[in-house]
Nanobody
């Protein structure tokens, strides 16, 4: 199986910074993309940022210029550096991986995997 474990998050004042990290482990053949979603109370989950193989990135408009996603491929780790945080960034942030598992009986399976989620609260 494949596991994604997040760390980071917490409480920060508006204008502050936080860094999230997510490590993927287990039966990994290839990581196709890793990214971060968030869900605020009463709202739908939204994609915040994603980095695909080849290092192409996508950011939701509301975080452009403030958040930076990066990956350490050797460590199967994705990071999200969040600067100039705003109260509206408050949410549970979840790591997502589009991962191809090691083949079983010659068959490779690609699936979505999720971390457990970490709370980010921006408040004075």
């Amino acid at each position: 199986q494949v596991q994604l474990v997040e760390s980071g998050g917490g409480l920060v004042q508006p204008g502050g910074s936080l860094s999230l990290s997510c490590v993927a482990s287990g039966s990994i053949f290839k990581i196709n993309a890793m990214g971060w979603y968030r869900q605020a109370p009463g709202k739908q989950r939204e994609l915040v940022a994603v980095m695909r193989n080849g290092a192409s990135t996508y950011y939701i408009d509301s975080v452009k210029g403030r958040f930076t996603i990066s990956r350490d491929n050797a460590k199967n780790t994705v990071y999200l550096q969040m600067n100039s945080l705003k109260p509206e960034d408050t949410a549970v942030y979840s790591c997502h991986g589009d991962i191809t598992k090691l083949p079983i009986n010659g068959v490779r399976v690609t699936a979505d995997f999720w971390g457990q989620g970490t709370q980010v609260t921006v408040s004075s």
